[in-house]
């Protein structure tokens, strides 16, 4: 799909405030610093529209992006900092569960990991609670262009087998630098919204 229009919504805590369309949604989920905004970024062809940025876990509510008035991108806010209190975190977990368990509009969840290493406890989780929900997870593994070509396979298995992957859901070798992955990504999302 090429993007000609994109825009940020709202940013939302709770469902009063998630916008009132049928649109369908797909949520992108990851710890901080994966490469998410880049992702979205790289996905609408635009160079900040998700911010990017060395510092993580700032944005703690659900961002909702409107693409060419067919579906909206739900930025989840990145897990994984340590430095929020417990409080913070439990605030969190409980935004992102109610989005996740209860929105109906919400069709696939585009999950990334790093391609370099091995996924941590909370991407495993973070996988195992969408499976659980039985949700589309497509699984996005980001900073391609960080490993030879001739690792790939290697990194795909290992990231695999520790998330036990379900073989319905889609993988994708993805790098915002060299745009690998940029067609599969947004395919695997055409499909999920059908
Ligand atoms: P977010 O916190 O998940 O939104 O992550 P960002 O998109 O802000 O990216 C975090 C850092 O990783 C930034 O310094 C990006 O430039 C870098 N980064 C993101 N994607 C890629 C990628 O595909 N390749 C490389 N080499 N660096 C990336």
Request: aromatic residues 10%; proline residues 4%.
């Amino acid at each position: 799909m090429k993007v000609h229009n994109a825009e940020i919504v709202i940013s939302a805590v709770s469902p009063k405030q998630y916008p009132e369309t049928d649109l369908p949604e797909i949520a992108l989920a990851g710890r901080s610093n994966v490469g998410k905004s880049s992702f979205i970024n790289t996905l609408i062809a635009r160079k900040n529209l998700a911010r990017t940025s060395s510092k993580p876990g700032k944005t703690q509510t659900l961002n909702f992006y409107l693409i060419e008035n067919i579906l909206h991108f739900v930025d989840v806010p990145g897990y994984g900092y340590a430095k929020v209190s417990k409080t913070e975190r439990a605030k969190w977990g409980q935004m992102i569960e109610t989005y996740l368990t209860q929105r109906e509009q919400l069709r696939a969840v585009v999950s990334l990991v790093d391609m370099r290493h091995e996924p941590s406890q909370e991407d495993i989780q973070m996988y195992q609670f969408l499976k659980y929900y039985d949700l589309p997870v497509i699984v996005v593994a980001t900073k391609a262009d960080k490993i030879p070509r001739g690792k790939w396979n290697k990194h795909e298995s290992v990231i695999k087998k520790a998330l036990d992957f379900d073989k319905s859901d889609t993988f994708i070798i993805f790098s915002s630098v060299t745009k690998e992955g940029k067609d599969e990504a947004w395919a695997a999302i055409e499909a999920a919204i059908k």
